[in-house]
């Protein structure tokens, strides 16, 4: 980090803190060259390449808007919905990874949704599993009933793993 007085490229960290958002840090910094002091914030990002190649930032409002089309009609809230995105952001930057693609999102988001409600599961579940017959939800409903919903979080379910 240079020095935005004088240049230096070295700076001395003297404060660390979490912003308000949670999801960058503030760090107060000393030039060892000149003395003086200067902020800088520093964000993890989180990105999600979308199917038409273009990235954004990860989004929990994107994560809630997807998974509201699957709720219609069932006993879902806003605050249900807002907690699940939360839980789809903490289980994606706890993989340690910084890109995704919009399907692994979709998959990330599944075991979170299970638990919230079964059928609004299923609904999304058609769409980023790709059903493509009813002999699809009858696998997926026998796996639902074969191991039914602990309230226990699951790790994000990769692509490769998810399958067969
Ligand atoms: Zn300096």
Do not use: W
Request: contains cysteine; proline residues 5%.
């Amino acid at each position: 980090m240079h020095c935005p007085f004088c240049r230096h490229p070295d700076s001395r960290v003297i404060d660390s803190r979490t912003a308000d958002d949670g999801l960058s840090i503030r760090r107060r910094r000393q030039c060892p060259e000149c003395g003086r002091r200067f902020t800088t914030t520093e964000t993890a990002s989180l990105t999600v390449i979308k199917r038409s190649g273009v990235v954004e930032p990860f989004s929990r409002e994107k994560v809630m808007s997807g998974v509201r089309k699957a709720c219609q009609g069932r006993p879902v809230t806003d605050a249900d919905l807002a907690l699940l995105a939360q839980q789809v952001e903490e289980s994606v930057r706890s993989s340690g990874v910084a890109q995704f693609d919009a399907n692994e999102i979709g998959l990330a988001i599944l075991p979170h949704l299970r638990e919230l409600d079964e059928v609004a599961f299923l609904r999304f579940a058609s769409v980023y599993q790709a059903f493509e017959s009813l002999a699809d939800f009858e696998t997926a409903i026998e796996e639902l009933r074969a191991h039914p919903a602990t309230g226990s979080l699951e790790s994000v379910p990769r692509p490769d793993a998810s399958e067969e």
